[in-house]
């Protein structure tokens, strides 16, 4: 692969803004399970292996388990696997993440109204931003496994 630009090199203000949402969703009202299932469910989707490498690493630190981890690109099959609340969380973060087949549909909403407040969709929407960011500037700037951004 053609080694591409280093962003914290380019764009060190573009990196200050993007760390600057993560800073934001460290105080955020949803779990740190909720913000790692997003970032590694949109992470797969995106077919970024940085990031999920990265984010199933935190999720198991965070004592998140390997079932449900290898479970994840397959939630909507699962049974008892994952609450209701995370698999309204997993469908927001697919239909964001593609957003360009019908983006966050009316019913997922409604369903995610029924668990969070508005304060914490807006978190939730922001995680599935703040990730989908970091895996398109991965993804486009080549970023192996092992290297840093930073």
């Not at 989707?45 to 690493?57: E, M, R, S």
């Amino acid at each position: 692969m053609q080694k591409r630009l280093n962003i914290k090199e380019v764009a060190p203000n573009a990196l200050k803004a993007m760390i600057g949402l993560e800073t934001y969703l460290s105080k955020a009202s949803i779990s740190k399970t909720t913000k790692e299932l997003i970032k590694i469910r949109a992470s797969q989707v995106n077919g970024c292996a940085y990031c999920i490498n990265i984010h199933t690493q935190d999720a198991i630190k965070n004592g998140e388990t390997n079932q449900r981890i290898f479970l994840l690109g397959a939630w909507r099959e699962t049974e008892g696997v994952f609450t209701e609340e995370e698999k309204v969380v997993l469908a927001i973060t697919e239909e964001m993440t593609l957003i360009h087949q019908n983006g966050l549909s009316d019913e997922t909403y409604s369903n995610a109204l029924k668990f969070f407040s508005e304060t914490q969709i807006a978190d939730i929407i922001t995680s599935v931003i703040t990730i989908n960011i970091w895996n398109r500037v991965v993804l486009s700037t080549h970023l192996m496994i092992g290297q840093s951004l930073a």
